[in-house]
């Protein structure tokens, strides 16, 4: 739509109405780039943060083509949270640009572009495109209107330029084949219509050279898309039923021998190893190797070192310590990567400091504290010192009195949920009397088993949720699985089976009271730790996802009804990050150093 307002512009015959025109296409300019900054302006501002410091730190001669998904994980900010990790480009293509190619070719870039708009000036100038509109009205014949058509070809083409810059100012899709294509059409045609016959015929070498390089690429791609090709059939033989485990080993083995450079295939062979090792007493050194050979390529993608982490945890707590320290350097606000240090630290003997990882994962994933992962034998114990520990840091960090409205709000919900789930009643209700959801309030007012009429009436207040549907199903015996089927409707409309509806109605029915349902009796399913579907920045990997490792229980009640309105925890949050950083920077120095 930009680009043939822009053609329409400067198609215009006086400068008046020219400059009406103008002032509107600025209109639609800023119009366009405050969509694009609504849309992408977290990820926008992580990445673009990392962007300026890859083109700071490599000023003239850039990171080369493609460096720039390959080393973002090098200058990804700490406080870009989980949001943090997942990218593949800078979401501004001058940036892009500059950080890949350096002032060098920033400015060959910004030359062939000023010499494409000059290039379309002097079209303009000479072919006058408002009066070859009048001209062609006065013209019936083919002919005619192919010459009117012809002349206003470029025009069009221009006008599709000038649409992607603008959206490109603040975005990048020139790693898409199907707009980087469609560019690169447009500026041949281009270039075909200021061409100027030669002289003399064209040296034969020329075109030989070029033949020649070409050939050189497709023989250097076609190992390259040959182990993709091998990793995506792995994978699907992995998938198969029953699972193919030697072929796909197999087929990754060759397709890490093929392209040895990418980490992606011995990653994913480690994943696939892992995945199906990661319980045994001894994990298979051939499976760790993978893993060490996948990080080796890549070191600044976290995701090899938390799931390494996990398989050195058994035989070598100090190792796996330091790649659980490795994989909070990265990306610190990953789910379970400070629980994973907390647990090589415990086994290493580093029981204080496990209680601080333990308290830091909760304080950045509140929910965390309901897995009932804390009953095992080793953990139950500390448990008490956990909580003792994180009203400590709340504390700490509620004395700050140049905290922001929105951060000391969630402080306030998240302790006032770590003091319901702990019983401690009273307490809980001086944070959420104040701070506290709707929806806290109610179940706070619940476990105090206060009048059920006070409830319903609050309740009918509140917009339809599976939170307030599974307090009717409480409310209302009558009703409860009609009104748990509709909680988890709501909750997981994809996925609803009636197994989980069932195992909820049984719990419910048998629970003494919605507390207790809620803690205790609630059902508990597997999910992976880590809430990672692929490798950071770079896509996932050939053939899809699969199934992560280590499967850890979940409150499936809490975590699928309750999100956000008993504690939050927001995946961008660069104020609680930098909160948080001192005491993260002081535990990986204290524990992976042995102060």
């Known amino acids: 739509m930009l680009g043939g307002f822009s053609l329409a512009t400067i198609a215009l015959p006086k400068r008046g109405v020219k400059g009406i025109g103008l002032v509107a296409l600025a209109v639609g300019i800023l119009f366009a780039a405050a969509r694009s900054i609504a849309a992408a302006d977290v990820v926008g501002t992580i990445t673009r943060v990392a962007g300026w410091q890859m083109a700071l730190d490599r000023l003239w001669t850039g990171?080369?083509?493609?460096?720039?998904?390959?080393?973002?994980?090098?200058?990804?900010?700490?406080?870009?949270?989980?949001?943090?990790?997942?990218?593949?480009?800078?979401?501004?293509?001058?940036?892009?640009?500059?950080?890949?190619?350096?002032?060098?070719?920033?400015?060959?870039?910004?030359?062939?572009?000023?010499?494409?708009?000059?290039?379309?000036?002097?079209?303009?100038?000479?072919?006058?495109?408002?009066?070859?509109?009048?001209?062609?009205?006065?013209?019936?014949?083919?002919?005619?209107?192919?010459?009117?058509?012809?002349?206003?070809?470029?025009?069009?083409?221009?006008?599709?330029?000038?649409?992607?810059?603008?959206?490109?100012?603040?975005?990048?899709?020139?790693?898409?084949?199907?707009?980087?294509?469609?560019?690169?059409?447009?500026?041949?045609?281009?270039?075909?219509?200021?061409?100027?016959?030669?002289?003399?015929?064209?040296?034969?070498?020329?075109?030989?050279?070029?033949?020649?390089?070409?050939?050189?690429?497709?023989?250097?791609?076609?190992?390259?898309?040959?182990?993709?090709?091998?990793?995506?059939?792995?994978?699907?033989?992995?998938?198969?039923?029953?699972?193919?485990?030697?072929?796909?080993?197999r087929d990754l083995t060759r397709s890490s021998q093929l392209a040895p450079w990418k980490p992606e295939s011995a990653l994913q062979l480690g994943w696939v190893s892992g995945s199906l090792r990661w319980q045994e007493e001894k994990i298979p050194k051939e499976t760790i190797d993978w893993w060490q050979r996948g990080i080796a390529a890549a070191p600044d993608w976290v995701f090899g070192y938390a799931r390494l982490g996990w398989l050195l945890l058994k035989n070598d707590p100090p190792l796996a310590a330091k790649a659980f320290g490795r994989a909070i350097e990265l990306v610190p606000a990953q789910r379970g990567v400070f629980y994973g240090l907390g647990r090589a630290l415990l086994s290493d003997g580093q029981t204080e400091r496990a209680i601080e990882a333990f308290a830091l994962e909760i304080l950045r994933d509140p929910a965390f504290v309901t897995r009932p992962l804390w009953a095992q034998p080793d953990l139950e114990p500390l448990f008490k010192q956990v909580g003792e520990r994180l009203e400590e840091k709340y504390a700490i960090l509620l004395k700050d009195d140049s905290l922001s409205p929105e951060l000391k709000q969630d402080l306030h919900q998240n302790r006032g949920g770590l003091r319901w789930w702990l019983e401690n009643y009273k307490q809980a209700r001086e944070d959420w009397q104040e701070y506290g959801s709707e929806t806290s309030k109610l179940v706070l007012q619940l476990a105090s088993l206060e009048s059920s009429e006070s409830v319903e009436t609050k309740l009918r207040l509140l917009p339809p949720s599976a939170a307030k549907w599974a307090i009717e199903a409480w409310l209302h015996p009558e009703h409860r699985l009609k009104r748990l089927q509709d909680a988890w409707a709501l909750a997981t409309p994809k996925t609803v089976s009636p197994e989980i509806v069932g195992q909820s109605l049984s719990t419910m029915n048998a629970a003494p009271n919605f507390d207790d349902w809620l803690k205790r009796g609630s059902p508990t399913q597997m999910t992976p730790l880590f809430d990672a579907d692929g490798m950071s920045g770079n896509g996932a990997f050939e053939g899809g996802k699969l199934e992560d490792f280590p499967q850890l229980s979940e409150n499936t009640v809490l975590t699928h009804f309750f999100a956000d309105r008993l504690w939050r925890s927001p995946d961008y949050f660069p104020e609680f990050d930098k909160a948080l950083q001192l005491w993260r920077t002081a535990l990986l120095k204290a524990a992976l150093q042995r102060e």
């Open 63 to 249: 990171v080369g083509l493609g460096g720039v998904s390959l080393l973002y994980p090098q200058y990804r900010p700490f406080w870009g949270g989980r949001l943090g990790e997942w990218t593949g480009h800078i979401r501004s293509t001058p940036l892009q640009v500059l950080a890949e190619w350096g002032i060098g070719g920033a400015i060959l870039a910004v030359a062939a572009i000023a010499l494409f708009a000059y290039q379309g000036i002097l079209w303009q100038a000479r072919f006058r495109p408002w009066e070859m509109v009048s001209w062609a009205r006065h013209r019936s014949s083919d002919t005619d209107r192919a010459v009117f058509v012809d002349s206003l070809f470029p025009l069009c083409l221009y006008g599709g330029c000038l649409a992607y810059a603008i959206v490109g100012w603040l975005d990048y899709s020139l790693d898409r084949p199907a707009i980087a294509g469609t560019l690169v059409l447009y500026f041949a045609v281009l270039l075909s219509r200021w061409r100027v016959p030669p002289l003399a015929p064209m040296p034969l070498l020329i075109p030989l050279a070029g033949l020649g390089f070409l050939g050189a690429a497709i023989v250097w791609l076609t190992p390259v898309r040959y182990a993709g090709l091998l990793s995506a059939r792995g994978v699907a033989a992995l998938r198969s039923q029953p699972p193919d485990v030697a072929s796909c080993v």
